[in-house]
């Protein structure tokens, strides 16, 4: 049996009432898994660069999932195909400021997540998925 990670999703954001809660939580957890070093901290914080967690001021979403693309192209067929699903434009495909190269889309799922689909420019990956084998 196999199975493939690293392919799908690229990074989660956690809104939550208690910061320093969460904070507390998600270290001992993720101590527990073996990634005691991986805090950093930030207006919120982060693991790694696949989970941040921050405080949730007034947003009516409390979950951001975002997916991988491969290409801008996909993107904004992620955004088209999620609009004629009954998703609700959060954001049209466009360039974000977050780093050079960062293209994403957003939409509202319908229970009002925030799911995003982003692009982060030409790159070379070390393997296309990391490949479990049980």
Request: glycine letters at 10%; hydrophobic letters at 40%.
């Amino acid at each position: 049996m196999q199975f493939h990670r690293g392919r799908l999703v690229d990074h989660i954001h956690l809104r939550v009432a208690d910061l320093d809660a969460s904070k507390n939580f998600y270290r001992a957890v993720f101590a527990a898994l073996g990634h005691k070093d991986a805090l950093q901290e930030g207006p919120g914080f982060f693991y790694a660069d696949e989970l941040f967690v921050d405080k949730a001021d007034g947003y009516i979403t409390r979950v951001h999932l975002a997916f991988q693309a491969p290409d801008r192209e996909t993107v904004q067929r992620f955004h088209q195909a999620a609009l004629a699903a009954g998703g609700r434009d959060n954001g049209a495909p466009g360039e974000r400021p977050y780093h050079p190269g960062y293209f994403g889309a957003f939409v509202l799922d319908p229970d009002g997540n925030n799911i995003e689909a982003v692009f982060h420019g030409p790159a070379e990956r070390s393997a296309p998925s990391v490949v479990i084998t049980a």
